[in-house]
């Protein structure tokens, strides 16, 4: 039996890119998979994609940031398909510029495609769950833009990393009702990242390791029951990589003697701080930490030698 036989999955944001691979391989091991995009005809493409390899899916076409439209996702699922047994929260976008130069507009759709995205399809189902009753599996979508931080991505970073956190937070309080609630950190070369990673490579028959379904698999994993005791987690995907992320923990601390601190003492002794963890004391770029990177990152060959003369 297909490790997804017969379970109801919605996917926003499945009309193309990583949304897409997830939607096809979750329909391959038996789901029946909402498909929800913004575009109807990228959705119902989706949708002939999946009935063409012999899978169940219906399309839906909505804005999942908004409430109504993540709502009747849900509802669609459970219309149709008679029950909701995950979610995976996918929809995104992006509007990079720096912080000085970014306008509201940008902050916002962002904040709101990402972030609120998250909130309202996330609370559609968990309020599905605890009426019926569990199990279920969420899957959020955070970014090592969240994690790390990554120049040019404010808006983005920000909803990312708020993800992480709702993540987690939605994993404790749904906890006593059979839910799970996991965050993968995915990186694939798609629509969102040609621009700063090149173009989407041909199909050479060889493994590809930034192809966007190399992502698919661990998201259908933590759908199914197999998932079931892992849950508050963030995991990197991408390529033939699973890894995952420690928490924010705290590396080293200075103490004043049960007595408040004065700011003169602060000035002297903050520094401890930074000698005892390792950690520099100025901006960093956490991104050039990541163990894996489409950015060439190899040094270039050292200058040649200056001619004899």
């Known amino acids: 039996m297909a490790l997804l036989s017969d379970a109801v999955v919605v996917v926003s944001g499945a009309g193309r890119g990583i949304g897409r691979g997830e939607a096809i391989e979750l329909a391959r091991i038996g789901a029946r998979v909402v498909v929800n995009d913004v575009d109807a005809e990228a959705a119902s493409t989706v949708v ?17 940031s908004e409430v109504d439209a993540a709502t009747s996702l849900v509802n669609q699922a459970i219309h149709v398909f008679g029950a909701l047994d995950a979610v995976v929260n996918n929809a995104g976008i992006v509007r990079d510029r720096t912080l ?17 995205g998250h909130y309202a399809l996330t609370h559609a189902a968990c309020a599905y769950w605890k009426e019926q009753g569990g199990p279920g599996r969420i899957v959020c979508t955070s970014s090592t833009s969240g994690l790390l931080g990554n120049f040019g991505q404010s808006n983005y970073g920000a909803a990312k990393a708020g993800i992480a956190a709702f993540s987690t937070i ?27 990673y090149g173009d989407i490579a041909a199909d050479s028959g060889e493994f590809d390791f930034w192809h966007p379904d190399n992502v698919a698999p661990m998201v259908a994993f933590l759908c199914s029951s197999a998932s079931a005791h892992i849950s508050g987690k963030v995991f990197g995907v991408q390529g033939d990589a699973v890894e995952i992320y420690r928490p924010w923990t705290s590396a080293a601390v200075i103490e004043n003697g049960k007595r408040r601190w004065d700011v003169d003492q602060l000035a002297d002794r903050v520094m401890e701080l930074f000698e005892e963890s ?16 489409m950015t060439d990152r190899t040094p270039p060959p050292p200058p040649p030698p200056p001619p004899r003369s």
Request: contains cysteine.
């Open 100 to 116: 000085a130069k970014m306008t509201a507009e940008e902050w916002d759709a962002v904040i709101a495609v990402h972030l609120r």
């Open 48 to 64: 002939a994609e999946i009935s063409a390899i012999g899978g169940i899916a219906t399309a839906h076409v909505g804005d999942c």
């Open 278 to 293: 390792g950690i520099a004391s100025g901006p960093e770029n956490a991104m050039a930490r990541l163990r894996f990177s």
């Open 170 to 196: 939605v994993a404790q309080e749904m906890a006593r009702y059979g839910v799970t609630c996991n965050a993968i950190a995915p990186a694939a070369r798609t629509r969102m990242t040609e621009g700063a």
